[in-house]
């Protein structure tokens, strides 16, 4: 089982996480978040832990993104799904075992590079 399997998994009790043919990349409403399936699977997993921060932390409707309090929300929805996927103190024994580049810890946490990139940058690991 991979971390995206797990992690609907782990979830799968809460709220309903499903698969379909999107034009996003994924999203949530009323304890459903639904995934692109065309997505690999760093992709949905990295996909699912912020729809899962917003199920998490978030309320309301914080699609526009203009507005101060939705810009906080999501956030605080993706710096959620940084500390599920990749808790500090596995990224540290990450580079205990001299995983160092970005390519090599997205690979290892089975994310995007895009998602291990912000988050290192959230724990100021990565200068901006």
């Not at 994924?26 to 639904?34: A, E, H, R, T």
């Not at 729809?51 to 710096?79: F, M, P, V």
Request: proline letters at 1%.
């Amino acid at each position: 089982m991979n971390k995206f399997e797990k992690l609907v998994a782990e979830y799968e009790n809460e709220l309903d996480i499903e698969e379909h043919k999107m034009r996003c990349d994924g999203l949530y409403c009323d304890n459903v978040i639904w995934i692109n399936k065309h997505l690999s699977s760093a992709e949905k997993l990295s996909v699912v832990a912020e729809e899962l921060g917003h199920y998490k932390t978030t309320s309301g409707d914080i699609l526009d993104q203009t507005i101060t309090s939705n810009i906080k929300q999501e956030l605080s929805a993706r710096k959620w799904a940084y500390e599920k996927v990749i808790p500090l103190s596995e990224l540290m024994i990450a580079f205990k075992q001299n995983i160092v580049e970005v390519y090599d810890l997205a690979e290892h946490f089975e994310v995007t590079e895009e998602f291990m990139r912000e988050c290192l940058k959230h724990y100021k690991l990565l200068d901006i």
